[in-house]
């Protein structure tokens, strides 16, 4: 096909980069290890650890995980915020021939049970702060070694055990827990100091990831990313950020480039431009627990002239809006990375404004490692669009039958390139919805491409909810409300919010008429992580149907904007 974008690239941008020059993204991290070894490659509340340490604490989490007899493809859940320990467990699982398995550490027993189940997880690191939750389900799991680790475990001794004192005895933020046989994340490092690693044999084809996401369905399933894939969305992102890092106007770069890592490596987007892309540029990650406590995100990143900061909309604006923030130095930011949601060109315009950093907005998605297309890191200007396809990326616009449409119509963006996942987790009927007989990865999001090769994403396909970045998909929360007793028929969709971008709203038909929306809410927040939760619930003696008795949220949907248009 023809890639009219290619035209508009920035200068120096290649239009296909070279996956061949690693055999595995673990002899990229190897290279990373080798390479920049005395680096700083982390820091977390003040304390860095480097390129070496993070070699040689991986090694040893990989050996220990050798030793418990898992072997190639075996899956590990790693259920952390932003602290040191991620990027050590993260590279030691890699490094065994292991598949991680990443966990959002807020889910819900319900959740963390479905999730584990169904990737066959037989192993899991945990922060302590999340361990009751584990607790409750376990047994119910394949998970046979348990790896708790605690907040200031890799910050020293002293340091680390003020910390831990603090999170378990002054905030509280410990629930108790009873894991039988579960090891200390510390302990496991120190006792297989000299324990050999085997290093596997690992090809481009291998499983590296399970991402889970819902995909076209409510079903949460697992993205299956191979080390090919992320070889592939690491170099095309690295190739497409070389101009706004050399951008003409700005001094050179000194030293190694500094990223504020703000959102959740767990997440895809984090995982890429922080996580793998840091090993990959030799880069020192600034790990924030908590991006909500503005005042410690300032006081983590002021003593540093960081480089790139990715991020959501919502800190953007969050951000931009907080008095101490402006009081940094930005005079090292080059690329500011938008993505997960839409950017909101008055959240860019004032981020432009305080930090002389324009936001770049792209667009990604679990299923292609994540990223598909970014505007130019070069510009200033806000396009309100998700930019070109990067390099070695096809994008087309199909209609409802699959076909490509003409310049300028609306259709379903699908995505054909080297960062296209292999398939979902034991789900070939799913797979066969979502990938053309071509190889083309339908996304579900509805857009339009100019001829300049940009695309801007118009509505979806399907009936995600889009929360601070986050996907809800209607279907799980659905099935969380209906089991309700006092529930008969319920429908979630999306509506506007100012600070997140969408938020749940949840619509019931009551079958026990003193169902209070308060009952209803506790039951939510007992079997839905925070994101998750409907914002507002709203009681209805029927539901609009199709007329084979399909609830119609769209019209739910609508009447919800035309009501807010009529309050207004």
């Known amino acids: 096909m023809e890639r009219i974008w290619l035209k508009n690239y920035p200068a ?31 820091v ?15 090694r040893r989490f990989a050996a220990w995980l050798q030793s418990k007899g898992l072997n190639k493809g075996d899956r590990v859940a790693l259920m952390m915020p932003n602290v040191l320990q991620y990027p050590v467990a993260l590279a ?60 200031g475990d890799l910050l020293g001794t002293l340091k680390g055990g003020l910390v831990n004192f603090v999170v378990r005895n002054v905030k509280k933020m410990v ?3 009873t894991l039988p046989g579960a090891y200390k994340f510390n302990t496991v490092l120190a006792e297989c100091a000299s324990t050999a690693l085997r290093s596997p044999a690992l090809e481009h084809g291998d499983l590296a990831f399970l991402q889970y996401t819902g995909g076209t369905t409510g079903v949460a399933k697992g993205a299956m990313l191979t080390h090919g894939n992320l070889i592939a969305n690491v170099l095309q992102s690295e190739a497409w950020m070389q101009p706004g890092l050399n ?5 050179p770069l000194e030293g190694q480039p500094i990223t504020v890592c703000a959102l959740p490596l767990y997440h895809i987007f984090a995982l890429m431009v922080c996580c793998l892309l840091g090993m990959r540029t030799g880069g020192l990650n600034i790990l924030i627990a908590n991006p909500r406590d503005l005042p410690a995100l300032v006081k983590e990143i002021a003593p540093y002239r960081f480089n790139t900061f990715p991020a959501v909309n919502t800190l953007y604006n969050a951000l931009a809006n907080f008095p101490e923030f402006a009081k940094l130095d930005f005079s090292g930011l080059r690329i500011s990375s938008g993505g997960g949601m839409a950017v909101q060109q008055s959240v860019a ?10 936001i770049c907005e792209g667009y990604g998605l679990s299923e292609t490692s994540p990223s598909v297309t970014s505007n130019p890191t070069d510009t200033d200007a806000y396009s309100g669009t998700i930019g070109l396809p990067l390099p070695s990326t096809e994008v087309l616009i199909l209609d409802d039958e699959g076909q490509p449409v003409p310049i300028g119509s ?26 053309t007989a071509e190889g083309f990865f339908k996304s579900g999001d509805i857009g339009i491409m100019d001829a300049r090769g940009y695309t801007k994403i118009i509505d979806r396909k399907k009936d995600m909810i889009l929360v601070s970045g986050f996907n809800v998909y209607p279907n799980e929360v659905e099935d969380v409300v209906a089991s309700h007793p006092g529930v008969l028929e319920c429908a979630a969709v999306g509506v506007p919010d100012e600070h997140s971008g969408e938020v749940v709203k949840l619509f019931v038909v009551r079958k026990d008429p003193s169902l209070t929306e308060k009952e209803l809410a506790a039951y939510c927040a007992q079997n839905l992580t925070g994101y998750k939760k409907p914002r507002y619930i709203e ?6 149907k199709s007329t084979v008795g399909k609830i119609l949220r769209r019209e739910l949907r609508d009447q919800d904007q035309a009501g807010q248009k009529q309050s207004v």
Request: proline share 7%; with cysteine.
């Open 44 to 58: 977390s509340m003040g304390r860095e650890i480097t390129f070496a340490q993070v070699d040689d604490l991986s």
């Open 349 to 358: 315009q004032k981020w432009l404004a305080l930090t002389g950093c324009p």
């Open 175 to 177: 629930p108790d827990y």
């Open 92 to 151: 030691g699982v890699l490094r065994a021939g292991l598949v991680v398995v990443n966990v959002n550490p807020l889910y819900t027993p319900r959740e963390l049970e479905h999730q584990l189940k169904d990737s066959g997880a037989t192993a899991i690191v945990i922060l302590e702060n999340f361990a009751s939750t584990l607790q409750q389900v376990v047994s119910r799991t394949s998970v046979k070694h348990v790896v708790v680790t605690a907040m």
């Open 12 to 42: 120096g941008v290649p239009a296909d980069i070279d996956v061949g020059q690693y055999g595995s993204l673990v002899q990229l991290i190897d290279e990373a290890f080798q390479s920049h070894a005395q680096r700083p490659a982390y």
């Open 539 to 544: 009681f209805r003696d029927e539901l609009p």
């Open 410 to 435: 609306s259709g379903e963006i699908a995505i054909r390139g080297p960062q296209v996942m292999s398939g979902y987790w034991q789900r070939p009927d799913e797979t066969a919805k979502v990938m």
């Open 247 to 251: 951008r003409p106007g700005k001094p």
